[in-house]
């Protein structure tokens, strides 16, 4: 079976709407407003962001589809192993597409979501998925965490026996701020490159794949649900002040997304729709002892066993 | 006469102490607090923030002093050229001192201001300076703005007929948001390397960079005092949250004195002391038509003669 581009970004497209929906119903106020826009270099996009709703403050639901001329990044990083060497005879191009989505909510109870998942081509022939769904709650709820996780590790069982344990472990190393020696949040899945060096069929993966986007809507809906309702102090919507900022830092500082959207000169609209509407800093901040948020603060570590 | 790093540490220290005193007086109200760190590669700091002061929400003035082993970052760029490839058999060191400022103030109208000036040291016998200063307001105020340049233009004409030409030059390139295509603020003079090359003797160039950091103080103070108790909006504050989100960018993003601290394991809450207190960012914001914000946002490009 041949599995085209078109297939993939239309699936997504879809995918896109679905959530949309979703999230519209989740927040039972505000609409998504739409943005189509084209990129230079070939490609473009369509921007969807929420704000002031009931629950979602901001946040964005974004399908792109871009291509061309391959940024050099692509080769440079060892890791990638794509393709060799960049020679003058040949510069390589490639396709690239993908839905992702940052969600920040008003209520300090509700956890801020991220979603990506990506498809890649090279014109070399090589093609591969990547994506991830991470969850981070400015307040951990062990319940909470719990779901998440065992919701995503339900999605992974369903097609390969280790590709939860392996992709946990792959957002836990991904999702992690050094110079804070602290994870953006509780982790969930991480995975790239899925597809090249194929333990199972590229079909097979694509699968996997389309049932990690289709899971978003479900979980965060339910996370919604489970807390939009809940009372918070001043107090509550500091902290989540000072826990958007660590969002930032990790978002402006390390997330490759973001970095690939920069270089290939995407919508900087789009790419910063991730960024929260307000965000703080406070010089050398330490939660009251036995406080909530130092609880949390002492839970935003790799290897938790949540599932 | 041969200058030794102790002197220029110690010249440092007074600089900070001068410059904090100056500014308790401009504010009126808060202290700064002193923290002192030690790095476990090799020396340290003396941090020292001042917050919810009636004028300066929040600041740093920070001294450090760090050595050892010379991160590698220092001789991967190019641009640098410093003591030729790392070999087995020698790995260099390092010794960095200097002092960073940067200031947010409450009041939208008086601008947000950056300085540093430092020195380094190789063991293999270079040694260099670099610096400067450069302001960001969120309202840009003509005479405030040639106020501010003309300021700097007579210190370095002091020393070099080129040097404020060609170090204006150098700030408008460094303080630009790439992604934005805007500069950070209206500039200032930055420099680097100073001495290395040196078109003047090493001696000349400390007696410049001195004089750099002694200009800071009664530049700012005086930008304050015409500012301060002008009266703000709502709005006027909203417009200071999106510009104060564009300086976290271009620190989070582009900064190197931000990635030098961080690759060198320097004092984290030292280095993020010039994240503002809150940020925020707005999908596609875009200013209204003929407003003061309009106004300013079409100043933030590079190239303009202040002075």
């Known amino acids: 079976m041949e599995i085209r581009r078109e297939n993939i970004s239309s699936w997504l497209m879809n995918l896109q709407d679905t959530i949309c929906a979703a999230l519209e119903t989740a927040d039972g106020q505000s609409k998504f407003i739409e943005e189509n826009w084209t990129r230079e270099e070939g490609g473009g996009g369509r921007t969807r962001v929420i704000k002031e709703g009931a629950v979602l403050e901001k946040g964005g639901v974004n399908y792109s589809s871009v291509f061309g001329e391959a940024p050099e990044f692509l080769f440079r990083e060892k890791e990638h ?7 003058n005879q040949h510069k390589p191009r490639f396709y690239a597409t993908g839905v992702s989505i940052v969600i920040h909510p008003n209520n300090p109870f509700v956890p801020i979501i991220h979603m990506n998942v990506r498809y890649f081509e090279m014109d070399t022939g090589e ?19 719990r779901f998440f996780h065992q919701s995503l590790k339900e999605v992974c069982d369903r097609h390969h026996r280790e590709y939860y344990s392996k992709f946990k472990d792959w957002a836990d190393e991904y999702f992690f701020i050094p110079h804070r020696k602290e994870t953006r949040g509780i982790g969930g899945i991480f995975f790239d490159r899925l597809g090249k060096k194929a333990e199972m069929t590229f079909e097979k993966n694509l699968s996997f794949w389309k049932d990690v986007g289709l ?3 479900p979980i965060y809906t339910e996370l919604i649900r489970r807390n939009k309702n809940r009372p918070f102090s001043k107090e509550n919507k500091h902290w989540q002040l000072l826990r958007r900022g660590r969002y930032a830092e990790f978002n402006l500082v390390y997330d490759k997304g973001t970095k690939f959207g920069l270089e290939t000169n995407g919508r900087v609209e789009s790419i910063l729709m991730s960024l929260p509407k307000t965000a703080g800093w406070e010089y050398n901040f330490v939660p009251k002892k036995n406080s909530p948020e130092e609880a949390t603060q002492n839970l935003l570590r790799k290897g938790i066993s949540w599932a």
Chains 1, 2 share one sequence.
């Open 215 to 217: 899971a978003f809507a």
């Open 81 to 87: 192993g794509v393709g060799g060497q960049k020679t």
């Open 127 to 145: 093609r591969w998925l990547g994506g991830g769904i991470d969850l981070s709650p400015h307040y951990i709820f062990e319940e909470d965490a």
